[in-house]
């Protein structure tokens, strides 16, 4: 595990140092790209290494604000409202493109044991894959590049159109395919390269095209649905998944926890792979980032239990949430009050509220509001010292399921002193792919559903989900009751994590539901008709900003710097950018 920290910071290091240069240069100039450098088997992982750095950590999650789940103080617009004249989300990716190539070309003139190139080719091939889907995800069709371009002046690869984005996807399929059959077994460094890493990116990958591919529109996308392509993807994810879920390697977390959140005298905490300190024997982790006390560190913990002004949890998020009858609140016969009410303390507590819903909503807010001119301090003391500063949201409702009061203050409380452990491929992913692409395909039974999302039903304290559940009136996006539930269950459990909430409104066709002027929920907070001094509606629901987000359907790709087009006529921007 320490291994792979030290591969982690040298090859970030590396990146931010001289991979520019030895990108844009003969390699010659600054790098020893010959037989002898990809003959050497230390060498060959040490350039395969930086690779790790592709996956982000902690900043996947809970910063991402661009959704419906959650209002940024200073507010979200979309990630370009205009084109822009350059953007590291497509030159970075190319760069890192062309990194991967270098070993794949290098391999080629390698004299190293057929089976350890196999394995190098593999690593490099699943990480071009990853780097093409996040590309084709962002700007649909894309250049496929195979191999390192020496002279991109003269190059029909750099000066030709984009290459089309489901032909992109097949070859990142291909790929994936590759990684897997040639990628050994691990589960016991879930930090290194595995099989099981390249399985669980193929069921995400695959389902997000299949879905993708199925809602699409010419008019909004630029090109029309397929369906062939749709279950295609689909089955792939269903294989991957069953893949996993048949390996016995992995297995949901119970949560069995007593007590409150509140009560001092019975600090009970749980916890779950977002808060840990070690993920390494954690059975629910695929693969993860490892973060050490004073070596690596992030600032999650800090943003999420201190004075700065949190990104809250919206009412439309909160709303998502089941009772536990396992219905809606259209539908409960559960007590549904969410007006927050003043506890002994003087806080104002939602506890009761809380007590009647699905238990990941217990994990992911604090069972206390705080909000501007009443703010509240978590009362989980670090060993060392109580948080010294009140927190307050934008909507009220504070995020409690990342913080870890094992760690003493100063890392605790510190944008570069945190080192929980940050899952990046875990097996609750797995099951919600495994469903939701058995759904999307129409096969799906109820076997299906007790093997998969049920497992993470029952965690939550809700009754099984059936293949003919109750309608919800709430259902706004025009599919069955079935995948509207399951999707329901994806974002309940996985409500701020990886960016997983804007992407899954892209592959759904559902970008609208983040446009502000129509879901008004999405910039609402908690029930604070009782607080007479409280920024709030007609209704007695917080305003989590004033601001506005309108949709248009421009914004289901970005734009294509328009630096590149000037280079290269025959690339065209994407739909409605012009």
Known sequence: ?????????????????????????NPRDT???????WSNSNLVESYANRF?????????????????????PSFSNWTFTNVP???SAWSSRFTNIRRVNYLLDGLKSSTLPEATKKKFEAIGRMNRAYVYSELAKMYGDVQWESNVILDSKDSTQTKGPRTDQDIVMDSVLNDLNF??????????????WSKEMALAMKSEVCLYWG?????RTAADNGKAADQTLAQKFLQESVSASEQLMNSGKFALNDWDVAGTYENAANPSKLYTIYNSLSLSANSEVIFYKHYEKDVLSHGLCDYTCGSTTQSGITKDAIDAFLFRDGKPKATTSLDKDDKAVKNVNGDYSIS???????????LLVDSVLAFKNHGWIRNEPSPDAALPAQMTSSTGYTVYKYDNP???MTYRTSTVGCYTDIPLYWYSVILLNYAEAKAELGTITQDDLNKSVNLLQRRAGLPDMTTSPEADPANNMGVSNLIWEIRRCRRCELMCDNNYRYWDLVRWHQMDKMDTNVNLNANLGANVSNVEDADKNADGYLKGTSATRSFSAKYYHYPVPTNDITLNSQIKQNPNWD
């Not at 990684?179 to 290194?192: E, P, W």
């Not at 009761?352 to 217990?362: G, I, S």
């Open 1 to 25: 595990m320490k291994k792979s920290i030290l591969y982690i910071i040298a090859a970030s290091a590396l990146m931010l140092t001289s991979c520019d240069d030895f990108l844009e240069k």
């Open 31 to 37: 790098f020893t790209n010959n037989p002898a450098f």
């Open 52 to 72: 790790y750095a592709y996956y982000g950590g902690a900043s996947n999650f809970y910063f991402n604000t661009l959704n419906d789940d959650q209002v940024n």
């Open 85 to 87: 004249n350059t953007a």
């Open 179 to 192: 990684a897997i059959a040639n990628l050994a077994s691990n589960t016991s460094d879930k930090t290194l």
């Open 211 to 215: 879905t993708y591919c199925k809602y």
């Open 352 to 362: 009761h509220f809380l007590k009647n819903k699905d238990r990941r909503l217990e």
């Open 406 to 408: 094992q760690m003493d």
